[in-house]
């Protein structure tokens, strides 16, 4: 993997929820090649242990804890594993998150004639406990790691806590309204907790990427030839750089944030990295 820049992490203990995901596992690499010990949290055991092997054959220090980002006390077991492997924690990513298509409405816009259509799921269909579930995700799901991982930081140097957010959280887009929604309270959570953790020396910020090719997307976004469905093509045309963002470019900001030689003044900001998406008015 060829970074934009180096940061001296070494001897530095990394945290990443959602390490094994497209964009997580980016940044697993990224860290390690940096000195990093990177422990990765995910739920899947498999991927987990391909992207440790591929670490560990370029030199980096890699361990993976499978645990659910949703359960407390597998937290705490997860803690209490990488403690004793790597030491305390420094540094916490949150990058566990997601959608769910019962959370997803068919249409951008209601018509009268979708309420009676059964083939329409609309937003009074939307099933409870998928909201549930979605809301919880990306919402809980960030702040149980923050309560578990980052009290090892409080009184270090360099303590730094990283959320992944998205565009969703500044602008809702169409058809997702509950992920949406868990986005922007991210955002919220992030900038609430820059203040509260300021007196200890831990800085809070998030990294919004725009819209990136992921297994998570890829339904809404490809058709089953690999064509650009038509959300895509207006993504894209929303987007004036004219594409879809590569995980890779995601590493310079990450970076960029986690040095605190480099950003130690930078607190409670939500970064952009969309090509232009939240720029562009559409006329």
């Not at 070494?10 to 940096?34: F, I, N, P, R, W």
């Not at 006390?73 to 803690?79: C, G, N, P, Q």
Request: a negative charge; proline letters at 3%; one cysteine or more.
């Amino acid at each position: 993997m060829q970074l934009p820049f180096t940061v001296d992490l070494q001897s530095k203990v990394v945290v990443v929820t959602g390490g094994s995901g497209v964009l997580g596992s980016t940044m697993c690499e990224a860290l390690a090649k940096c000195g990093a010990k990177v422990a990765i949290l995910a739920t899947n055991q498999e991927k987990m242990d391909t992207l440790v092997k591929k670490i560990r054959e370029s030199g980096g220090t890699a361990e993976g804890f499978e645990v659910d980002v949703l359960n407390k006390d597998s937290l705490e077991r997860a803690h209490e594993q990488l403690t004793s492997t790597f030491g305390s924690t420094d540094i916490l990513i949150n990058a566990a998150g997601g959608n769910h298509t019962k959370a997803t409405t068919t249409t951008e816009k209601l018509k009268i004639e979708d309420i009676y259509d059964d083939s329409n799921r609309t937003f009074f269909d939307l099933d409870p406990e998928s909201l549930d579930w979605l809301l919880r995700l990306n919402y809980m799901g960030t702040l149980l790691p923050i309560q578990v991982f980052s009290k090892d930081m409080a009184g270090k140097k360099g303590g730094s806590v990283i959320n992944v957010s998205s565009m969703n959280g500044f602008r809702p887009l169409t058809k997702i309204p509950a992920y949406s929604g868990a986005k922007a309270a991210i955002n919220n959570l992030t900038q609430w907790l820059s203040v509260y953790y300021s007196d200890v020396g831990i800085r809070v910020n998030a990294i919004a990427p725009g819209f990136f090719l992921t297994k998570q997307n890829e339904t809404l976004l490809l058709t089953e030839e690999g064509e650009y469905t038509d959300r895509a093509k207006k993504i894209i045309e929303h987007t004036p750089l004219g594409r879809f963002g590569d995980a890779k470019e995601l590493l310079g900001t990450l970076l960029w944030l986690i040095d605190s030689q480099s950003s130690s003044f930078v607190n409670g900001v939500v970064i952009p990295v969309d090509g232009g998406f939240s720029a562009y008015s559409g006329v």
